[in-house]
């Protein structure tokens, strides 16, 4: 289809899915921007392109609706992955997609309809290097390492899943409110210890498996679930032994369950909705800047 996209969303956050192929201008920076604008334009948190890959069944971009790219995205690829198979680029139920985070391994589990329900995604391995990120810190690992943001005091740990993120964990019992994430999400995400920005989890063990975070996603800002941060979350709870996995993890958008073997090695579950397809009118394009 000419101009068309597909979108869908993995608990509440949403991407557009689009064959570059299919398209009649080139996804640049503002063009992504005017059509995540949720006001002027279809309203996204991002843009997934298909693209030829030689080392994977498909390649995917991702694109932030600020217009930057980003390296994974674990709710993206459940998306994407029913993408493939409802628009019958794929038959398999099982396959493996190449981001520029690196190369993933996807299943995908069918309702009584046939539709691909829910997803189990191979997120590689996490590492908590900071060369990884990149972090400045000339350090072997991020692990609770102190850092001033938005006028306060704190300690996190950084680990790259094939994209940033800091994760800032509280004690159990307590609890993070929106107004902590819309006042040191911006500010942990350009922080000068991040040269590249970071995603920012504020997360507390809230069971011996489960963890609940609010999440500041790098070039989109609040989010309800993310499927990378969801993994990122869990490993360093895991690598700081707050919990044992596999490790429930609770976000404002739902719960997704993430498995860790004992090299951090991460595998994702969780479900994935269709919301609808279409194309963008002749007019809306022409007017793309």
Same mark, same amino acid.
């Given at each position: 289809?000419?101009?068309?996209?597909?979108?869908?969303?993995?608990?509440?956050?949403?991407?557009?899915?689009?064959?570059?192929?299919?398209?009649?201008?080139?996804?640049?920076?503002?063009?992504?921007?005017?059509?995540?604008?949720?006001?002027?334009?279809?309203?996204?948190?991002?843009?997934?392109?298909?693209?030829?890959?030689?080392?994977?069944?498909?390649?995917?971009?991702?694109?932030?609706?600020?217009?930057?790219?980003?390296?994974?995205?674990?709710?993206?690829?459940?998306?994407?992955?029913?993408?493939?198979?409802?628009?019958?680029?794929?038959?398999?139920?099982?396959?493996?997609?190449?981001?520029?985070?690196?190369?993933?391994?996807?299943?995908?589990?069918?309702?009584?309809?046939?539709?691909?329900?829910?997803?189990?995604?191979?997120?590689?391995?996490?590492?908590?290097?900071?060369?990884?990120?990149?972090?400045?810190?000339?350090?072997?690992?991020?692990?609770? #390492? !102190?850092? &001033? $943001?938005?006028? +306060?005091?704190?300690?996190? /740990?950084?680990?790259?899943?094939?994209?940033? %993120?800091?994760?800032?964990?509280? #004690? !159990?019992? &307590? $609890?993070?409110? +929106?107004?902590?994430?819309? /006042?040191?999400?911006?500010?942990?995400?350009? %922080?000068?210890?991040?040269?590249?920005?970071?995603?920012?989890?504020?997360?507390?063990?809230?069971?011996?498996?489960?963890?609940?975070?609010?999440?500041?996603?790098?070039?989109?800002?609040?989010?309800?679930?993310?499927?990378?941060?969801?993994?990122?979350?869990?490993?360093?709870?895991?690598?700081?032994?707050?919990?044992?996995?596999?490790?429930?993890?609770?976000?404002?958008?739902?719960?997704?369950?993430?498995?860790?073997?004992?090299?951090?090695?991460?595998?994702?579950?969780?479900?994935?909705?269709?919301?609808?397809?279409?194309?963008?009118?002749?007019?809306?394009?022409?007017?793309?800047?």
């Amino acid at each position: 289809m000419k101009n068309g996209f597909f979108r869908g969303h993995g608990l509440g956050n949403d991407y557009v899915v689009m064959d570059p192929t299919e398209l009649t201008f080139k996804l640049t920076p503002g063009k992504i921007r005017g059509i995540c604008d949720r006001h002027w334009g279809l309203g996204s948190d991002g843009i997934l392109a298909l693209v030829p890959s030689k080392k994977a069944d498909f390649g995917l971009r991702i694109y932030n609706p600020d217009g930057s790219e980003a390296e994974k995205s674990g709710n993206g690829l459940r998306i994407f992955a029913r993408y493939l198979h409802a628009t019958g680029k794929t038959k398999k139920r099982a396959f493996t997609v190449e981001t520029k985070g690196g190369l993933v391994s996807i299943a995908l589990h069918l309702d009584r309809h046939g539709d691909a329900a829910a997803a189990t995604v191979e997120m590689g391995r996490a590492t908590f290097q900071p060369s990884a990120l990149p972090c400045t810190l000339t350090i072997d690992e991020l692990i609770q #390492q !102190p850092i &001033e $943001a938005a006028g +306060r005091s704190l300690q996190f /740990t950084g680990v790259s899943v094939g994209n940033p %993120h800091c994760v800032i964990f509280k #004690q !159990p019992g &307590e $609890a993070w409110t +929106r107004e902590d994430l819309l /006042t040191l999400g911006p500010a942990l995400e350009n %922080h000068s210890l991040f040269p590249k920005r970071t995603n920012v989890q504020l997360a507390v063990p809230t069971g011996p498996k489960d963890i609940f975070i609010l999440i500041w996603e790098r070039g989109a800002g609040e989010t309800q679930a993310s499927g990378s941060s969801s993994c990122a979350a869990a490993s360093a709870a895991v690598r700081l032994g707050l919990v044992k996995g596999p490790v429930t993890v609770k976000m404002p958008g739902g719960t997704l369950n993430i498995e860790v073997a004992q090299d951090f090695s991460l595998t994702m579950k969780g479900p994935v909705a269709e919301v609808a397809r279409g194309a963008l009118s002749p007019s809306f394009v022409r007017g793309l800047k």
